[in-house]
Structure formats: C-alpha cells, structure tokens
C-alpha cells in the first residue's frame, strides 16, 4: 500500500513487552496525526508479511538484539524499504557495548575502566581486576542487552560469582567494570540537534528494569538534570559526539554516570523508549517537542542507506 507505515514492535529480544509499549504509543501518535499505519510483531514469518504489505515505510519500534543491534536494519536494506532511527552499522556498533567502548575511548569520552570476560576462554577474573586497578562494588553486564537486564553490582567476590554463574548460562561475552557512584545522567539527541539531558534519581539500588518501568518504583525525573551550565552543555556535547562517532541517525538517547565532576558514558542507545513514560520524549517535551511532533518527525526522517 502505498502510504502505508508498517510500525515494527515485539520482536524477539528480553525487551519484547516494552517494544510493545513503544510501537503502541508511537502508533497512536501516528493515528492522530492521520497516517495510514499497521503495527506488526517482528518475529516468525514477518519478512513475508512485511514484503506483502508493501509499506511507503518502516517504523522500527523494537528494542535489543534483532531490532536495535543491525540485524532488522539490514533486512530493511535488502528490501530496500526506508527506516527509522539508525543504520546496520552504526546500530551493531552501539549495541555491543564493548565495541563501540573502543570507539568512544579512541576520541577521549571517558567510559569506565573495564574488562571483558568470555565464556569459552579462561576467565582469570583474579588477574584482569588486579591489572585493571579495579576495586570493589563491580558492575557486571552482558555486552548486548538493555533495559538493564542481566546488569548487577556487585559487592564483593561471593556476588560476583554468583552472578557472572546466571549470566554465563545466557550470554558469551560479558562486561565487567567499576561501579561508578554520583547521578544518572542521560541525553537526547535529534537528527542533528542535542536535545537536553535529564537526571533520574532511582529509590531502588540502580535504575534497573523496575525503576526504569514501573511507575511505583517512583523513579524521580529531574529535567533539566541539575547541572552547572558547563557541566550540561559538556554532557549534551559528549552526547552529540557520540552520535555522530558511530553515524547513528534518527534519535539517540547516552546514558552517563556523572561522579567527582566527570561524565562516564555507559551507552548510547539507537532505539530508546518512546512509550509517553520515557525519556526521550520527556526531554523533547522540554524543548517545545511533543510526542506526537517528535513521531512525526522520525517518519520523515526515515531513508534507506542508512
Ligand atoms: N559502571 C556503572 N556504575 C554505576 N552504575 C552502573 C554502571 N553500569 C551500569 N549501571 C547502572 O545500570 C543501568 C543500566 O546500565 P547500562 O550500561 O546503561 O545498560 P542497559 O543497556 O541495560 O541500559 C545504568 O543506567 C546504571 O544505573
Ligand atoms: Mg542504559
């Protein structure tokens, strides 16, 4: 059909439940603003379906591995259908949160100290902290996750093998680094345009999947995050940077951990949430943005080529 957007949501990774709640949200955005739209579940035969339905294009509304990590985005190349947010590679990139590290590091973003630790190779936990100047609470992680699934603190030796035993069960290689404390700061990027950036304060331990989704948990969203002016606009350009270092297109969302006047870059995240509870949106709204504008403009912001 001609003018038809196909919204992409579901999907097959741990973040399933929310893509949903993205590509719903997006969806209606879509409706008010009167396009033609069709919400389909990226799993099973959707290439099939996709490929009948024909669609102008693509609103890719999938978060995690397959929808956020290259893989969706080259079968949308192969079909030659325009899309949202960011390319195959960019998208592999910022989803192997080891790789795009390297990246970041090479053009001075501060990202915190690290090692890597596979599955299949001898793990020399002991040796790698010791050479690392790495010190106890740790923060152990899957490299291509998000939501924080699978992400732990760890507190001493005895957590830590008790969790790097569940994640082993999962994942090949995992993330361990030091445990940065001070504020949750994470910021927006639009097509060429920074955004803002907000500070979440979490009442759980981390801004882990219940204080990232569930409004009981009573996550406090401070936006403006509450910065010096030097110190917002150094985090709103460190975002930028790392946008433009991996050639992400579309919106971006870096989560930062600001400690002792610093900014350590976590992540960038190529498909953020966009339910109306999430932060992008929050941070549009700011800035004069509403949700249903912000959609707009990532429909017309989506090309193949990417
Ligand atoms: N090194 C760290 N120091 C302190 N907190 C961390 C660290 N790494 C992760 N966290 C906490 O875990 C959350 C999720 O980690 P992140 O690396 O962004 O993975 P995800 O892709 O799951 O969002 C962060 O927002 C932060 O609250
Ligand atoms: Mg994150």
């Known amino acids: ?8 949501m579901g999907g097959l990774s741990g973040e399933r439940k ?3 709640l993205t590509g719903k949200a997006c969806s209606n955005a879509l409706k008010k603003k009167r396009y033609k739209v069709k919400e389909l579940d990226a799993k099973g035969y959707f290439v099939d379906k996709l490929r009948k339905l024909k669609p102008k294009l693509v609103f890719n509304a999938l978060h995690g591995r397959y929808g956020e990590d290259g893989f969706v985005q ?6 030659k259908i325009p899309y949202t ?18 990246i970041f590091k090479k053009h001075k973003i501060k990202v915190p100290k690290y090692f890597l630790l596979h599955k299949d190779y001898e793990d020399n936990f002991k040796k790698k902290m010791k ?6 609470p740790i923060v152990i992680k899957p490299i291509n996750e998000g939501s924080s699934l699978g992400v732990y603190i760890c507190k001493n030796k005895i957590q830590f093998y008790k969790n790097y035993k569940k994640l082993k069960k999962e994942y090949d290689r995992i993330l361990v680094e030091e445990y940065i404390p001070g504020k949750e700061i994470q910021a927006a990027v639009m097509g060429k345009k ?3 950036a907000i500070e979440l ?6 801004y882990d999947y219940k204080a990232k989704y569930s409004s009981s948990a009573k996550t406090k969203h401070i936006m403006p995050a509450p910065l010096a002016p030097k110190k917002y606009k150094e985090v709103l350009f460190l975002a930028k940077k790392a946008h433009n270092l991996l050639g992400c297109r579309g919106i971006t969302r870096s989560d930062f951990r600001f400690f002792k006047n610093k900014f350590y870059l976590l992540e960038i995240n190529t498909q953020p949430g966009m339910t109306k509870l999430s932060l992008v949106p929050e941070i549009a709204n700011y800035s004069g943005i ?7 403009w990532m429909v017309k912001d989506a090309s193949s080529n990417r």
């Open 201 to 206: 304060i979490p009442r759980r331990e981390f």
């Open 85 to 102: 947010h960011s390319g195959i590679l960019s998208s592999s990139l910022a989803m192997d949160k080891e790789l795009s590290r390297h």
């Open 74 to 79: 080259s079968i949308l190349e192969s079909l």
């Open 1 to 8: 059909m001609r003018n038809l957007i196909v919204i992409l």
């Open 194 to 196: 920074v955004l803002g």
């Open 18 to 20: 929310i893509s949903f």
């Open 290 to 296: 509403k949700f249903e504008d912000l959609v707009v």
């Open 131 to 136: 050479n690392k100047k790495i010190k106890f």
